[in-house]
């Protein structure tokens, strides 16, 4: 083990010094997402798969750190789109919550590697029913706390000339606290997908999402 970990941090580093450094640019990105809830859900419910309508968009960029190695920070500010959905164990309906952040990402560049955090400011919330589709319900954000999600990723350069690099960026996401400010209160599927008495909603059975983010950006090179 411990020399399959030399010999990685060994490629590693000839990775690192053999590439073309990447400069300071600045750009946009747009990110599919794939999300579920994390966390477990009460009693006579199942987690579903939901998939985001709205994609995520985001000013991007990157600062180099290192003037020898691809090395740097980079972020992403804009909206982040999430959700998460509940199905019903007798029934089998799956009602699907969605969740707008006005957001600001940061992580640690690493020759492509991305490691980071993203905290964002909720400013909607609703629920649909699959077989209705049609929202039935929506969240005043005063009950939504503000998200806090830590993501790791990885950027593959598709092209890249003299005047900027388009990317591709494939992103993992998890929420570190509860959606809700009281889930025990504003549950919104408490009246929809009744729990069992002897198992009432608790804290516990807040949501939080996992997600995979899949991205595309364009960043145009920063003459400096």
Known sequence: ??????????????????????????????????NANGNQPPKG?????????????????????????????YFDLGLTNLSYADKSVDYGTQYQTD????????????NNFLLGANFGLPVSAKHQAEDIGLPYKTDPVETISNLAELRVGYQVPVYQDENGRLLVTVLAGYQFNGIDKNFKKYDPNSEIIPHPNLFPTEEKHNPRIASIYIGVSYLIKVIY
């Open 1 to 34: 083990m411990n020399k399959l970990l030399v010999f990685l941090v060994f490629i590693l580093s000839l990775n690192l010094n053999s590439q073309e450094l990447y400069p300071i640019g600045l750009g946009g990105s747009i990110y599919g997402c794939v």
């Open 45 to 73: 419910r199942q987690t579903g798969i939901s998939l985001n309508y709205i994609p995520t968009l985001a000013f991007s960029g990157y600062l180099p750190y290192s003037q020898n190695n691809n090395i740097g920070l």
């Open 99 to 110: 969740l707008s952040y006005l957001s600001a990402a940061v992580y640690l560049h690493l």
